[in-house]
């Protein structure tokens, strides 16, 4: 396992996960992306495609936002890299931060 942190896409908090290293981390998002299966943070997730992670809970380094953000693993089907698809819906462009 080796520890590896990611910064929230909201608050910049950074979130500390223990892991196997053999994970390919693709994105993190404020976001879910369709198709995509999500494990929580403090359960096996070794088998998911991505992790669901609170800013703010017992991974956060510090006070987080508390809003959910979404660390993604790249994911093959029959040996190729599967895209990553979102609805127009999921995302916002917010250009006050």
């Known amino acids: 396992m080796v520890a590896v ?3 929230c896409p909201r608050c910049d908090a950074v979130v500390t996960l223990h892991r196997d290293p053999y994970l390919a981390d693709k994105s993190v998002t404020p976001f879910a992306l369709d198709g995509w ?10 088998d ?5 992670i609170v800013c703010g809970a017992s991974e956060t380094d510090g006070e987080g936002c508390g809003e959910l953000f979404y660390l993604n693993f790249v994911n093959y089907e ?4 599967v895209d990553a698809r979102t ?11």
């Open 5 to 7: 942190t990611y910064t």
């Open 37 to 46: 299966e999500y494990a929580p943070a403090y359960g096996d997730f070794e």
């Open 48 to 52: 998911a495609e991505g992790v669901e």
């Open 78 to 81: 029959e040996g190729r890299e």
């Open 87 to 97: 609805t127009p819906a999921d995302v916002s462009f917010d250009f006050l931060r």
